[in-house]
């Protein structure tokens, strides 16, 4: 199985970044290949503009999904933006490794898919592109479980990560797993964080076998 992990955390020793190793290490170990983008090293820059072109439709107005669609039938997409579109055409599994920032994702992987979703290529082919491709989110949260449920402080997760599961990741045609979601991490004991990365690298290993959820109507 073809995996790729997209990594967002500016710490690389935070916990995300040991679910983020945790992920490569044992996906690899099984056998699968894995690919990565680990946006904080790489210094991915989120502002979506020309800069995402190497071809130029309207010079005198900037509108991206045109600009796209011209991109796409002149091959005039950026090396750093072709390099990610990529990554996601060939994997059958991608997996999100992030915290919960203000309810969503950081402004560096909303950034990422503001400019690698491109209209044309990534969505807006036709129905049934991305057929059979699996997508997951692994994240942690600042508060604790309680706080994430109906009638919770922040609410229930699931209706939390709707807009990321509904609007981003099945909007291309991606099958959504159940997300890994550790909640309040910096407030665990070592042994504790010890044993979600466990557990999630027990999960990992039968991520093949795992059958999709419905992310429609929750």
Not at 181 to 205: C, T
Request: proline share 6%; aromatic share 12%; with cysteine.
């Amino acid at each position: 199985m073809n995996v790729f992990i997209v990594n967002c955390h500016p710490e690389p020793q935070s916990f995300n970044g040991a679910m983020f190793r945790t992920a490569c290490e044992t996906l690899i170990a099984m056998g699968h290949e894995v690919r990565t983008s680990d946006l904080c090293a790489m210094g991915f820059d989120p502002v979506s503009d020309r800069r995402n072109f190497t071809t130029v439709s309207d010079p005198d107005y900037f509108k991206q999904q045109l600009e796209e669609m011209y991109a796409v039938e002149h091959h005039g997409f950026s090396p750093e933006i072709e390099a990610e579109m990529q990554k996601i055409e060939w994997c059958d599994l991608m997996i999100w490794q992030f915290p919960l920032w203000w309810f969503g994702v950081p402004a560096q992987l909303k950034g990422w898919v503001d400019r690698v979703f491109a209209m044309g290529r990534i969505y807006g082919r036709g129905s049934g592109d991305f057929n059979g491709k699996r997508a997951m989110l692994s994240l942690s949260t600042g508060g604790p479980r309680e706080s994430y449920v109906k009638g919770g402080h922040n609410g229930d997760i699931m209706g939390i990560l709707r807009p990321i599961h509904r609007g981003m990741l099945q909007f291309i045609g991606f099958d959504v797993l159940a997300p890994q979601i550790v909640y309040g991490p910096i407030r665990q004991s070592d042994a504790e964080r010890k044993q979600h990365l466990a557990n999630y690298a027990e999960r990992l290993r039968g991520i093949a076998d795992e059958s999709p959820v419905d992310v429609g109507f929750y």
